[in-house]
């Protein structure tokens, strides 16, 4: 009697490895954010990397695993390096607000509008987090530098702190819409540094303003 055949064993699936892991996490936050996660491909992230799509697909089982840990680890860093600067009492109020304005600049210049496209017409979920993210955090950490700043007789006592960050939420939201940075045509971060600085230089006493003004450079 003949032997029927037998189908061969699946080829071993690589054991997810936190190096490779972390690799593929930065290679994909350098794409997306650059050209937008609609245009870049598996196959793309995988050449990048030098490494096999099984081994890609066996730590991110597709693009949509990778924008949701791209967009957690984006929101965890931004929680983390605010809180620190605005919490940070050894240094003065102006330095961390010329801090805390660096930081979040340089955390939107990682995003194109291309990236925010890709957001808000493809995955409407993740761009509605992002934007309860930052309605979240810019109020937390404005509320306690511009509260420190009143108390320093640096922010002008007769403005609202929670009218403030209010503003600065919904200017924000507003201006990084897909459709207004066509219009404006300017980037994300250049957007939000507009923003912050008028606000900022607009609360502050005479003596806040000559602080800030003597502060350092961003």
Do not use: C
Not at 42 to 64: I, Q, R, V, W
Not at 115 to 143: C, K, N, Q, T
Not at 151 to 169: K, N, Q, T
């Amino acid at each position: 009697m003949t032997a029927k055949p037998t189908t061969p064993p699946p080829s071993p699936t690589p054991s997810p490895d936190p190096s490779a892991f972390a690799r593929i996490a930065a290679a994909a936050r350098r794409q997306f954010t650059a050209l937008g996660f609609h245009r870049t491909t598996m196959d793309d992230l995988a050449g990048e990397l030098g490494m096999s799509k099984k081994t890609l697909y066996a730590h991110f089982p597709g693009k949509e695993a990778l924008i949701s840990h791209m967009m957690e680890s984006k929101i965890t860093e931004v929680r983390q390096g605010t809180r620190a600067i605005v919490e940070d009492e050894s240094a003065p109020v102006v330095e961390r607000a010329h801090r805390l304005m660096a930081f979040i600049v340089r955390q939107i210049s990682e995003i194109s509008p291309a990236f925010l496209r890709d957001l808000e017409r493809h995955h409407p979920a993740l761009f509605a987090r992002m934007e309860s993210v930052r309605a979240e955090i810019l109020p937390r950490v404005w509320g306690k530098l511009l509260a420190d700043g009143v108390a320093a007789g640096l922010v002008r006592r007769e403005l609202d702190p929670a009218f403030i960050s209010e503003m600065v939420v919904t200017t924000v939201q507003g201006l990084l819409r897909p459709a207004v940075l066509d219009r404006l045509q300017l980037p994300p971060h250049e957007v939000v540094d507009r923003v912050l600085t008028i606000v900022f230089t607009g609360i502050l006493t005479p003596a806040g303003r000559k602080a800030y003004e003597n502060g350092p450079s961003r």
